[in-house]
């Protein structure tokens, strides 16, 4: 668009109405997304442009987007809980400082559980994970009861994890690193097959778990389970900013986990709360909140929800040194995404995806991009629109979705249907839209799910909130 007339776009869109809209809409132009592109073109002129691109872009943001405030998530049934799972069989290695967990490490053997004594940890360097479990007796590293140790790293990985069968439960590790130079709490790498991280809390880090392939060697068949991940400002690096960074590994699961405030201050300030690339197969992402900003709220930049494909992979970090595909045969699965300034799932080169029964919040929506991303889009409840764009293909099922020109009026039907969604408050105002669906499924908040459910991720938020 020339810049007189994207400075007038609200005035066009109040005067011509219908057209305006229609054309917004085949171009796949969300006002969230309109409004930073005002702000570039009109930066760097004279005052009185400069002045109506802020107003410009103002206007849209609020309409799409309304009131934008810091908020305190409720205490969920998703991501780091206060009670732990019962302890492990195995013989029990106690540690009480950085150094006996060093030797520890360096002598582990299959079956050990090296037990963090309750305190404070402050690592200088990293911890490597190098001896091998066994799947009937993996390596276990936990604390007896969640919130009691707490664990500093000052560098810019934390756990090195480069061999198999290795599990973490129940700590809170944090990035202490000088000038936000800690990218990783944990980075799983190589041969590190069978890694389980389960009941954390990683906060401050770039991409507090980062999974990748190393010399032919893939991290295959993971999980991550119930953990939190946050930061408590805005990450002031150029590098990527991706709480859960996969790539080129396959067959992982991410489930149950609390993503949130992955804000990028550097660089293209794009950031994903979770994304698997690189030629990476079969992963399921269900049962996650993925909150692009709750204590982090109306900061500059892009927050993409979840992705397969994310922003692409250089061809030398693929799984098949070509990336033919980003992604191949990912399920999407009864997760909630909200208040994402960018859309709440992206397909960047993701072929044969399933996504089901998500419920997507103040976000752009859905975009399937490229002709080899292709996916089937059912029971989905989303507060945007479900777009392919160059060359994408979605097999639409049962969905609500916005259209994108009620956006440019300010119409939200899909939010509209729940008390606050701005602050969590999912009671739907007069009960959840209906359809048929399979029995069996599991929703966000662990309930079996009928043949008749509502669309999006849950029945009813209150069985997510956890009894303080």
Do not use: M
């Given at each position: 668009m020339k810049l007189a007339r994207l400075l007038a776009l609200p005035l066009l869109l109040a005067a011509a109405g219908g057209g305006a809209l229609v054309y917004l809409q085949s171009e796949g132009a969300t006002p969230r997304a309109l409004a930073p592109y005002l702000l570039k073109r009109t930066g760097g002129h004279n005052p009185f442009i400069e002045g109506a691109g802020r107003a410009a872009a103002a206007t849209l943001l609020r309409l799409d987007r309304g009131n934008i405030a810091p908020f305190t998530p409720p205490p969920l049934v998703l991501g780091a809980q206060p009670a732990s799972s019962p302890a492990p069989a195995g013989a029990i290695r106690e540690v009480a400082s950085s150094e006996e967990a060093r030797r520890a490490?360096?002598?582990?053997?299959?079956?050990?559980v090296i037990t963090f004594l309750p305190g404070d940890y402050a690592v200088r360097g990293n911890l490597y994970a190098s001896r091998a479990g066994s799947a009937a007796a993996p390596i276990v590293v936990r604390a007896e009861s969640p919130g009691t140790v707490r664990i500093a790293f000052d560098a810019a990985e934390g756990f090195v994890v480069t061999a198999p069968h290795w599990q973490f439960e129940n700590l809170d590790i944090r990035g202490a690193c000088r000038r936000d130079s800690c990218q990783h709490a944990f980075h799983v790498v190589g041969a590190a097959q069978h890694f389980v991280a389960r009941n954390n809390t990683l906060r401050d880090f770039h991409a507090?778990?980062?999974?990748?392939?190393?010399?032919?060697?893939?991290?295959?068949?993971?999980?991550?389970?119930a953990n939190t991940l946050t930061n408590a400002a805005p990450r002031r690096t150029g590098g990527p900013v991706t709480p859960i960074d996969l790539v080129a590994a396959s067959d992982w699961v991410i489930r149950a986990n609390l993503v949130q405030d992955f804000v990028k201050a550097g660089g293209d300030r794009i950031s994903y709360g979770v994304f698997a690339k690189g030629g990476a197969e079969r992963t399921l992402i269900e049962r996650n909140v993925v909150l692009c900003e709750a204590r982090l709220a109306d900061q500059p930049g892009q927050r993409v929800g979840i992705s397969f494909g994310g922003?692409?992979?250089?061809?030398?970090?693929?799984?098949?040194?070509?990336?033919?595909?980003?992604?191949?045969?990912?399920?999407?699965?009864a997760n909630l995404v909200a208040g994402c300034s960018d859309v709440g799932i992206y397909l960047n080169s993701a072929a044969?995806?399933?996504?089901?029964?998500?419920?997507?919040?103040?976000?752009?929506?859905?975009?399937?991009?490229?002709?080899?991303?292709?996916?089937?889009?059912?029971?989905?409840?989303?507060?945007?629109?479900?777009?392919?764009?160059?060359?994408?293909?979605?097999?639409?099922?049962?969905?609500?979705?916005?259209?994108?020109?009620?956006?440019?009026?300010?119409?939200?039907?899909?939010?509209?249907?729940?008390?606050?969604?701005?602050?969590?408050?999912?009671?739907?105002?007069?009960?959840?839209?209906?359809?048929?669906?399979?029995?069996?499924?599991?929703?966000?908040?662990?309930?079996?799910?009928?043949?008749?459910?509502?669309?999006?991720?849950?029945?009813?938020?209150?069985?997510?909130?956890?009894?303080?």
């Open positions: 490490f360096a002598t582990a053997a299959p079956g050990d507090h778990i980062k999974i990748n392939g190393l010399r032919g060697q893939f991290p295959d068949f993971g999980l991550i389970e922003g692409g992979t250089g061809k030398r970090y693929c799984r098949d040194g070509r990336c033919i595909t980003e992604h191949d045969g990912g399920t999407l699965r044969n995806t399933r996504i089901v029964d998500n419920t997507l919040l103040d976000t752009a929506g859905v975009q399937v991009r490229f002709p080899t991303s292709s996916a089937t889009v059912d029971g989905n409840l989303v507060d945007g629109p479900i777009r392919s764009d160059d060359g994408g293909s979605v097999h639409p099922g049962d969905n609500l979705a916005s259209a994108i020109a009620w956006l440019y009026v300010g119409r939200h039907p899909q939010r509209d249907l729940f008390f606050a969604p701005g602050r969590l408050d999912l009671r739907w105002h007069a009960g959840a839209p209906r359809r048929a669906a399979a029995p069996g499924s599991t929703d966000l908040c662990g309930g079996l799910r009928g043949a008749e459910a509502s669309h999006g991720a849950f029945d009813d938020f209150r069985a997510c909130l956890r009894a303080e």
